[in-house]
């Protein structure tokens, strides 16, 4: 499994998930950058991704939605703030109301900063979110978001060996 650590600071307030992949740095973020392949990787195995909207530039947003296997959608957003192809990216992660991606107001909304660095034989990469308060970020713990985020990340691995 890729995912090597996972850690959560509440007094930074931030959620930190490292993962290794034994292909370059480049190759991760062609998942990141090409919709159809963020589709198979963003959201755990039973809630797969469709992204309604990408784009992965300096102030672009990405529109997506999960579908649980029982067929509910579940809505969300990035607004993205930078990118240094292929090294980084940062991007706030939020959730939607409905299918016209309406912000969330009730729902934390994660600053999120993931980097690909080489290491190694492969590249490590380092998804670090960060939230207004430790509060928000407790409340996406308790929904699950280490597991989620570490069976998505972890699903990688195929992805690219295909």
Not at 73 to 83: A, I, L, N, R
Not at 106 to 135: C, I, Q
């Amino acid at each position: 499994m890729p995912v090597t650590d996972v850690s959560h600071d509440l007094d930074a307030r931030t959620l930190t998930i490292v993962a290794n992949f034994t292909c370059a740095p480049k190759r991760i973020w062609e998942v990141y950058a090409n919709p159809r392949q963020l589709e198979q990787v963003w959201g755990p195995p039973t809630y797969p991704a469709t992204f309604v909207d990408h784009d992965l530039v300096p102030g672009g947003r990405m529109n997506y939605y999960m579908t649980s296997p029982e067929g509910a959608k579940h809505y969300g957003y990035w607004e993205v703030e930078s990118v240094d192809e292929p090294n980084s990216f940062t991007f706030a992660d939020g959730f939607a109301l409905d299918e016209g991606f309406t912000k969330n107001p009730d729902l934390p909304v994660g600053r999120n900063a993931f980097s690909f660095a080489e290491h190694e034989s492969g590249t490590r990469a380092t998804f670090v979110s960060t939230y207004a308060t430790a509060e928000a970020l407790q409340k996406v713990l308790d929904m699950g978001v280490v597991e989620g985020a570490t069976s998505a990340i972890n699903q990688i691995d195929d992805l690219v060996a295909a």
